[in-house]
């Protein structure tokens, strides 16, 4: 998205009857430029790339809070594309799903706020589940099942492809993709023919492995 279309899309959605309310104190835009700049500050390096925080806590004052209160749901979705449109741009890998939270805080003057962003696995939601037991958190960054040692789950079976399947948020769920595989994903022992979305505890053949999507 970026923050260009992040700031054109903001200005239509406090136009009419909240651009009254927006003429002055804090903006929307400040908020998405805080966000990226504390996605570059807390970077931080790892084996399989680069790390950014993924849960991010908006304190803003009282006045502020009542403003932002009638557009605050579409400020959230906004602010959570800006930071998944960062990420792709630069390379930034999340651990768990990007959230985002808008607290109040009575001491802050009007126009100020403070942004903390943390790095967070998901908890309590999806996972893969290995043979061996071993389970791998599903969150924005794709899931990629294959050969290949950067792959995010690695088989070591000579049926898997270099780069067999992919399990990719999509909306409020998952979907699995077969990547042109040469033996084929089945599911369900269904063999995989376009991307389907996975429900809890579908099971996932690749090769001769057995993976299970489970939810919390």
Not at 55 to 77: G, H, N, Q, T
Request: with cysteine; charged share 30%; hydrophobic share 35%.
């Amino acid at each position: 998205m970026g923050l260009q279309q992040f700031e054109r899309r903001l200005e239509r959605l406090v136009e009419g009857v909240f651009a009254r309310a927006f003429r002055s104190g804090l903006q929307p835009v400040e908020v998405g430029r805080r966000l990226t700049r504390e996605m570059d500050l807390r970077r931080t390096l790892a084996p399989k790339g680069t790390l950014t925080p993924n849960r991010f806590v908006v304190v803003l004052s009282p006045e502020d809070a009542d403003r932002f209160a009638p557009i605050e749901e579409e400020l959230v979705s906004e602010l959570i594309g800006v930071a998944r449109d960062h990420a792709d741009r630069e390379g930034y890998i999340f651990i768990g799903p990007v959230t985002v939270e808008l607290e109040v805080d009575e001491h802050l003057v009007e126009g100020t706020f403070d942004l903390e962003g943390e790095l967070t696995r998901a908890g309590g939601g999806a996972a893969l589940v290995l043979g061996d037991g071993r389970r791998v958190p599903l969150g924005d960054t794709p899931v990629n099942i294959g050969r290949l040692p950067e792959c995010e789950v690695v088989l070591a079976d000579g049926n898997v492809s270099r780069r067999h399947a992919q399990i990719r948020r999509q909306g409020g769920g998952w979907v699995l993709t077969d990547l042109g595989s040469t033996n084929g994903t089945r599911l369900n022992n269904f063999r995989l023919t376009t991307p389907s979305e996975l429900r809890p505890g579908d099971e996932i053949t690749v090769g001769n492995s057995v993976l299970r999507f489970e939810t919390a």
